[in-house]
């Protein structure tokens, strides 16, 4: 029997697009930020969550950015812009704002903040950084006493023992 020959032409399967970057004829149309802080904030762009401080740098895309910093815990907030360039690192610093601690023991006692001996108790309107702070308690015959207090600008910082009680 016969076959019929047909003709035609084979056309090779079409290749997958390679991703593509964006980019300017320049380069990247992306930079970082980086930020330094004392205390951890959330970064926050248009109503959404980008990054935290808990990283060392966020990549964004490169223009004018209008940021909120937030650490909702300590009652902080604080908007910002910042101009990221194409390929390059933009660099913010946040300032916490000071907090009047007032600190007091039952008996007196001698008081050290973060280190720092600050007097005997007791002791009103001791301005500290926004944030954890470590506070020792010392007594010359009921010992020490060992506190950390996060201080927000949501509730008075208050801190208070009583070196009789174990």
Known sequence: PAVAATTGSVKPAAKAAAPTVSSTPAGPAAGWLSITSPIPLSVIEAGMVIGSTASSRIMLPAGKRELRLVNESLGFS?????????????????????????????????????????????????????????????????????????????????VSVDLRKQ
């Open 78 to 158: 604080e908007m910002r812009t910042v101009q990221v360039g194409p390929g390059k690192t933009a660099k913010l610093s946040i300032a916490v704002p000071k907090v009047a601690m007032n600190i007091n023991a039952v008996p007196w006692a001698e008081v050290w903040v973060d280190g720092v001996r600050i007097g005997e108790t007791p002791i009103g309107n001791h301005m500290v950084a926004l944030g954890p702070h470590d506070i020792v308690f010392r007594h010359p015959t009921l010992g020490e006493r060992r506190h950390t207090a996060a201080v927000s600008l949501t509730s008075p910082a208050r």
